[in-house]
């Protein structure tokens, strides 16, 4: 596609519930990351695929998070037994080269009740 | 321990004058730096990067600046229009480290008609 899509765009879960994040990168992007941002702050790095190998997941704040990206292009980020203190952003980006920087796509807004 | 400093959360400033965004970061490892301006509801946008090898680099109406020995970058946006009107976030990688972004708090610029 034509930008990085993510849905949904908005979550309400319940203190306890499992959810699921999609993201689909750019076409043919090799490296995808999820960065989670909390109210006024900056994003904040999670984990990084390069096709469907996760190299980088030191930013998952707990085991409860996963990340996955079987196929080397869409992914998912699951939170397990989702807490308030989940409550943020969820921003999904691709690159496929840094020079020019990710793209990000428009977020998912998760807010755990 | 912020590794990217945004100190200032806002700026104001009038239309058709310059807007100077300033940022700090601590670790000298950091050798590429990025900035990202990001509207309500969307995700961010890449504006301008620089090289550590550089202490310049334009875009239009876009220039960062870059001082390694302050560990400090500006971006200058000159002029300014209403349009620009939006959170600025600075970012920095390491080259190598799997590009991951450390972001900045993300300032929020004002220009007023």
């Known amino acids: 596609g034509a930008g990085v899509s993510q849905s949904p765009r908005y979550k309400v879960a319940k203190r306890g519930q499992d959810v699921a994040l999609r993201c689909d990168p750019i076409?043919?992007?090799?490296?995808l990351f999820w960065y989670q941002q909390a109210l006024g702050q900056g994003p904040e790095f999670l984990t990084y695929f390069q096709n469907e190998a996760q190299l980088d997941k030191s930013g998952l704040p707990s085991d409860r998070f996963f990340a996955e990206r079987p196929e080397g292009s869409v992914s998912t980020l699951k939170i397990q037994r989702t807490q308030q203190e989940d409550s943020a952003v969820y921003l999904c980006?691709?690159?496929?080269?840094?020079?020019?920087?990710?793209?990000f796509g428009s977020g998912t807004r998760l807010t755990v009740v | 321990d912020q590794q990217v400093k945004q100190n200032s959360p806002s700026l104001s400033v009038q239309e058709g004058r310059i807007s100077i965004l300033n940022c700090d970061y601590t670790?000298?490892?950091?050798?590429?730096f990025l900035w990202y301006k990001k509207y309500p509801a969307e995700g961010p946008t890449f504006l301008i990067s620089i090289s550590s090898i550089k202490d310049k680099n334009e875009d239009g109406r876009f220039t960062v600046f870059l001082n390694k020995s302050a560990k400090h970058l500006s971006l200058h946006i000159v002029p300014s229009q209403p349009g620009d009107s939006a959170v600025y976030f600075c970012a920095a990688s390491v080259t190598g480290a799997n590009s991951k972004l450390t972001f900045g708090k993300g300032i929020t610029l004002s220009v007023r008609p």
């Open positions: 670790n000298s490892m950091f050798d590429y």
């Open positions: 076409s043919g992007h090799v490296s």
């Open positions: 980006a691709s690159s496929s080269d840094i020079n020019y920087g990710y793209t």
